[in-house]
């Protein structure tokens, strides 16, 4: 039976301080498809990539099914698919297990979530998933920030207690964009917003501004950690912790740079409400546990 606790008070709200440590850290559990050193990079950078996690065929199925996806009609102008700032190209689509049954089986199979639960030692559920397309030449990048400082002001998510799996779906390079990550910046979380506007995810999923960290914040945690791009071929694997500093650049090249996400939470983790205190976002960028999503 899993301990959902609900708190309303928050640790990372406090008075403004340039960096508030990491509370909490989720313990991992030692059994897994993870070896110990696996887990141990993890711990210490807050991501690692598993090259070939994919093989070739399913890299060509799941690629029909995104481009599917891209161009089905009924889609076109809905809340859950995001355009670029040029309003020409699709920059995003939300909820994607729930819109195709290949993404379905992929967000559930046992080779993803077994790493999960590893990693954050309890029962996972899906609270978002999304495909970032990144088409050549007119995809535009991501400001650095944390996924968990959004999730925790704008979802209600308690605690740093959630990870992200990335499925790169094409070759990505040092010219298409690849994910950006801060190594160890997973273990401060940094005040970046005074306040939030409702809504905000209408501009933040095109072009994030508030929550995005403070320079001077950025440039100490960039000279004691560097920087880390990762490239590989498609149908590699990013597992990221949901508190670790991440960006990407626009794709200067021919080359589409399209991941697939799929973000697990511990079930002892559940969302209560937005700690902005504004009311909670739509459904399709936060899944509640165990209930389903239909477009409309
Ligand atoms: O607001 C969100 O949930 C999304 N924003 C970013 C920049 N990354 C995580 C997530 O997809
Ligand atoms: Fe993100």
């Known amino acids: 039976m899993s301990t959902i606790r609900t708190i309303s008070s928050s640790p990372y709200t406090s008075a403004q301080q340039q960096w508030i440590p990491r509370q909490h850290p989720p313990q991992p559990s030692t059994e897994g498809p993870l070896s110990q050193k696996q887990l141990a990079d993890f711990q210490q950078k807050g991501f690692i990539f598993e090259p070939n996690f994919l093989s070739p065929q399913e890299v060509e199925h799941l690629t029909q099914a995104m481009h599917g996806l891209l161009e089905t009609p009924a889609y076109k102008n809905k809340e859950f698919v995001i355009m670029e700032p040029t ?66 002001y704008e979802d209600g998510m308690p605690e740093m207690r959630a990870v992200s799996a990335s499925i790169i779906m094409t070759d990505n390079h040092h010219f298409n964009g690849p994910l950006m990550l801060v190594p160890g910046s997973h273990e401060v979380f940094i005040p970046s917003r005074e306040n939030t506007p409702e809504d905000h995810y209408k501009q933040s999923l095109q072009q994030q501004e508030i929550g995005v960290p403070p320079q001077e914040a950025l440039s100490q945690l960039m000279q004691e950690h560097g920087i880390e791009a990762v490239t590989g071929k498609a149908g590699g694997l990013i597992l990221f912790d949901c508190n670790v500093i991440h960006g990407s650049n626009a794709n200067m090249s021919a080359d589409p740079r399209s991941n697939i996400f799929f973000v697990y939470n511990s079930v002892e983790n559940q969302c209560v409400a937005p700690f902005s205190g504004n009311a909670p976002r739509p459904e399709f960028l936060a899944h509640p546990h165990g209930k389903q999503w239909q477009p409309h």
């Open 87 to 152: 309003g020409q190209h699709i920059r995003s689509i939300f909820a994607v297990h729930f819109l195709n049954k290949a993404l379905r089986a992929l967000a559930y199979d046992p080779r993803l979530t077994r790493r999960a639960e590893q990693i954050l030692g309890s029962q996972v559920y899906i609270h978002q998933s999304r495909i970032n397309y990144k088409p050549g030449f007119e995809g535009q990048g991501f400001n650095w920030h944390s996924d968990f400082e959004t999730w925790h």
